[in-house]
């Protein structure tokens, strides 16, 4: 939600200023310049960027639109749902939970944390890693480096979706000074027509300039950095879950596990431990 606010506020005080200062906003509605840069920019996009990028990109845009990050209440329910999962394989022994880990969306208690059964990227890391705990013979500093791969895999195979979108919105004030000469070229062309008709076509020329450097700037720029930041939350949340599976591994108890994986949690979104042991118990944040 974030995200659509601040587009609307850099368009809204440009076309308020432009207005204020006596613009028409008319002015602006040159529809061969949009064609031109607009197209040159998929164009040099599809050329730079692979399909699989593209798809994550498409993939991501929700997530960054809603400015849909983890929150303490995401990760409250996340630690409660392992703390669970950890009573029973401490109680009845390890195998117990196979069944939890097989088929997440039907277990009783890993069900209850929508938002991680939801990822289904993000379950499978956790469901996977304890299958391999359960297969038994992984000592947990091995398991540890299995899941730092993984980790290491989904930021590598991420970290081009931010860059091809900070690429093109690199590319937009190159582009625009190319709508604009081609704009100078039809100037140069319909000098005869009097210096009405020039100035219309410089008008049109500047208008090449002005959106490229502000779809640059003003919109994708901080489309991706806004990318980055989905990704890094991500990433993190993926931590906490390996630091609560290798803690348990190295046999301690579920708590001191639960405990040890909040500290990763980032210090706007981390729950006190009371809060924790509080939701734990049943009650609310």
Request: with cysteine; proline share 5%.
């Amino acid at each position: 939600m974030l995200v659509i606010i601040g587009i609307v506020i850099v368009f809204g005080a440009i076309i308020t200023g432009f207005t204020i200062a006596g613009g028409n906003i008319v002015l602006l509605i040159q529809v061969a310049e949009y064609i031109t840069i607009g197209g040159a920019a998929l164009g040099s996009f599809l050329v730079g960027t692979p399909m699989p990028v593209i798809k994550k990109i498409f993939a991501l845009l929700p997530k960054v639109l809603k400015s849909e990050n983890f929150s303490k209440e995401d990760y409250l329910n996340l630690l409660k749902s392992f703390n669970d999962l950890f009573l029973v394989a401490q109680r009845d022994g390890l195998l117990s939970i196979e069944s939890h880990v097989e088929n997440p969306k039907e277990s009783e208690i890993l069900s209850r944390n929508a938002k991680f059964i939801e990822n289904e990227f993000i379950s499978n890391f956790f469901c996977d890693t304890l299958k391999v705990m359960l297969s038994g013979g992984v000592p947990p500093h091995e398991l540890e480096s299995l899941m730092d791969s993984e980790i290491e895999t989904y930021e590598a195979e991420n970290k081009p979706v931010p860059a091809s979108i900070t690429k093109l919105a690199d590319a937009f004030p190159g582009l625009g000074i190319v709508a604009a000469v081609l704009g100078i070229i039809v100037t140069m062309a319909s000098i005869s027509e009097g210096a009405e008709a020039v100035g219309h076509h410089v008008a049109a020329a500047l208008v090449g300039t002005f959106l490229g450097v502000l779809m640059s700037y003003g919109v994708f720029n901080p489309f991706g950095s806004a990318l980055e930041h989905v990704i890094d939350h991500e990433i993190r949340y993926m931590e906490t879950i390996k630091t609560c599976i290798v803690s348990y591994a190295k046999g301690n108890p579920p708590i001191v596990a639960v405990e040890m994986a909040r500290r990763t949690i980032y210090s706007d979104v981390r729950p006190t431990f009371s809060e924790l042991e509080d939701y734990m118990r049943g009650g609310k944040e």
